[in-house]
């Protein structure tokens, strides 16, 4: 598939900034895709987002892997190889330089206090990325005992997540939601 | 290596194709998260790391920003083999899941309309968004049992992106700051 050289570049660029920005890992910049993507870009619609985060979730893999879908529906497999380059790139490679000189801050005030500090942060962002997708997901009733129902089994057994998707996905084949 | 009781890690230094093996087998059986799958193939099947080794490498990739896990697979294959062992473990574990989600993307734009996709994904979509509430709650949890500025920076965040919408770099950069200095004060 062919993709102009711009949108390549906007899709590096933008997912680049974000990777950077995603304190506390992939899932606290669901809601800036979002914004992105949804809101600013028109490149997809709500359902279809919401659509790409459940695959990313249930796929095997890490769940960063949202922005290869996010980049194919926007260029195709250029974009899918651009978003995904971007936004696992830069972080590994300051991963990289930074994992080397780490251990010898490890006991030192100030990195304690960032640490605590960002903490709560990163709590937050993954908090309004629960935000922003259950109001996407939840549309109906049963969608939303759905949404409750998983949320309180998740929290309260330890029972394996797939178990929990794999009911959802029968309740849905029978056309329940 | 760590100067404590701890038993050293016991295996030689994996090679390149050892940790491209390693991050690829990680992401076959990584349904449901990879992170467990990762200590198990570090800590107990391979001996690569001490179980507190591996705790503070994942300490270390949750403080940088980016896809934790596979900062995770960068820093030890940086400790193993400098950069190019980096690059090796990073390829590992992205190669995978990376042609996976390209064939995902295939079928979804050619089949993501037919009856019975819709069905499964109006039922998954929302289950996904209840197993992302848990995890939050897990996180969120431990802030709460005490007073703190914590729980207020935590709503701030939560509220400004989740609800206000505002773009996330102009959140971070007011509270970000405000949440560290917070947390140097309260230390004293």
Known sequence: MKADGDILVLLAVQFAIMSLLALGGANAVVPEMHRQAVELRGWMDERQFADMFAISQVAPGPNVMIVTLIGYQVAGFSGALVATLAMCGPTAVLAHFLGRTWDRFKDTKWRIAVQQGLVPISVGLVGASAIVLTRAADHSLVAGVITAATAATAYWTRWNPLWLIAMAALVGLAGLV | ?188
């Open chain 2, 1 to 188: 290596m760590s100067e404590t009781a701890a038993p050293p890690s016991a295996a030689p230094i994996p090679s390149h194709a050892d940790l491209f093996l390693a991050f690829f087998r990680i992401t076959l059986s990584g349904f449901g998260g990879t992170l467990p799958w990762t200590r198990r193939m570090f800590v107990e099947r391979k001996r690569w790391m001490t179980a507190d080794e591996f705790n503070e490498a994942y300490a270390f990739c949750q403080f940088l920003p980016g896809p934790n896990i596979v900062n995770l697979a960068a820093v030890f294959g940086s400790r193993m083999r400098g950069p190019t062992g980096a690059l090796a473990a990073w390829l590992g574990f992205l190669l995978l899941p990376f042609f996976i989600m390209v064939v995902a993307a295939i079928f979804y734009q050619q089949y993501g309309e037919v009856e019975a996709v819709r069905r499964i994904l109006a039922g998954i979509v929302p289950a996904a968004a209840g197993l992302l509430i848990a995890t939050v709650g897990k996180m969120a949890a431990p802030m709460f049992t005490r007073f703190g500025p914590a729980p207020f920076v935590l709503l701030a965040v939560a509220i400004a992106i989740g609800v206000m919408r505002w773009p996330l770099l102009w959140v971070l950069v007011v509270l970000a700051p405000l949440s560290v200095a917070l947390a140097c004060w309260r230390r004293g």
